[in-house]
């Protein structure tokens, strides 16, 4: 008796489930006239500005530069490439392959002058067609004048003082992962049944950067930060059996901090590093957080560097500043730093950007 009801049921099942199907399918193969779409789509949520916990303190390094007539060589982003080997067959690249634009829009937050060294395909094509006279601003006087193209002149185009490149070095999966299982139901076969499983787990991202300078090459600072990502789940069940038909409920949920989004703040972290000291600002000025850091290379360089500000002063010359820097209105004269120890920019003396030496802190000696 039992087994007969059971295949009742199962072709009842089956026809519902055929039904159901046939309404899909018919429901699909209609499209508007007016718009063309077979079907609206959903959400409508406006795009927004996408900061980091970083962004408000490159803008803040920006505005306090700013305030005191500070202003930052002008700086080029070559590669930031994705050095960890991860890829997946379905997926392709397991880390975002943009570092290097991350680089340059963290740059321009922080008021940083950039010239492009990534894409120069457009400006190559019209720089050409410069030199055989066959660009100009004025297209439509064509044939009109001998003289209707765009001149090119030496020297026209800004040169960088520094630029940054590095790379996306580690991807770190499950650095910590823990969960739960919790199972209840009766004994008998036909006896509801609950089950709840939670997990969490940890992992993490990585970037090293460097500061070069153009000129000379040299490496004169580097930053290595890490972004830890987290990962919740969640799933509910409840499995019955009522008069020979079968009951499986379940539902849950899961979120995963975006990975991308951690190497952008990463990025900016590293970055924030480089602009501190480029602009000649303490470290902790916009980021408190940040006075652990210890010695950039800058610093180490300006220990080892002879005080030009001063060579020039004995000798009654003027001091200037290098390529692509611009001078600061009244620049504090830099003091020696101590022999027993380097200075430190963040916890006393910074760089003077009119002569990429330290200077001291007021009071300081």
């Known amino acids: 008796m039992n087994r007969h009801r059971t295949s009742g049921s199962s072709g009842r099942s089956v026809a519902v489930l055929a039904a159901t199907l046939a309404l899909a399918s018919c429901s699909s193969t209609g499209f508007d006239p007016d718009t063309g779409l077979y079907a609206d789509p959903i959400g409508g949520a406006p795009a927004t500005q996408n900061d980091t916990v970083y962004s408000p303190s490159l803008r803040c390094l920006a505005a306090r530069a700013s305030g005191q007539g500070l202003v930052a060589p002008r700086l080029a982003v070559g590669e930031i490439a994705d050095l960890t080997g991860r890829n997946d067959l379905q ?191 303490p470290r902790d000025t916009c980021l408190e957080e940040a006075g652990g850091n210890g010695p950039s290379l800058l610093a180490r360089r300006a220990v080892r560097t002879p005080d030009t500000a001063n060579t020039a002063a004995a000798t009654g010359g003027s001091r200037v500043a290098p390529a692509g820097v611009s001078q600061v209105p009244a620049p504090v004269p830099p003091v020696p730093p101590r022999s027993d120890a380097p200075a430190r920019p963040g916890s006393g003396a910074t760089i003077d950007p009119a002569t990429w030496t330290l200077r001291s802190a007021p009071g300081q000696r």
């Open 91 to 281: 997926t392709g690249r397991m880390v975002s392959q943009g570092a290097a634009l991350f680089a340059v829009t963290a740059l321009t937050k922080a008021g940083v002058p950039t010239v492009e060294r990534l894409d120069r395909a457009v400006s190559e094509v019209e720089r050409q067609y410069a030199q055989v006279h066959l660009l100009s601003d004025t297209p439509e006087a064509a044939g009109q004048s001998g003289e209707n193209f765009r001149p090119v002149f030496a020297g026209e185009i800004a040169g960088s003082r520094y630029y940054v490149i590095g790379g996306v070095t580690e991807l770190n999966y499950n650095l910590r992962s823990r969960g739960a299982d919790l199972a209840i139901g009766a004994a008998e076969s036909a006896g509801a049944a609950g089950r709840m499983t939670g997990s969490d787990y940890v992992m993490n991202v990585a970037v090293d950067l460097r500061l070069v300078d153009t000129i000379s090459q040299e490496v004169v600072a580097t930053a290595s930060y890490q972004k830890q990502i987290v990962g919740h789940e969640l799933r509910v069940g409840v499995f019955d059996f009522l008069g020979g038909n079968v009951f499986d409920l379940s539902g849950g949920g899961s979120a995963l901090e975006p990975a991308q989004f951690a190497v952008r703040t990463a990025v900016e972290r590293g970055l924030y590093d480089f602009v501190a000291d480029l602009y000649g600002l």
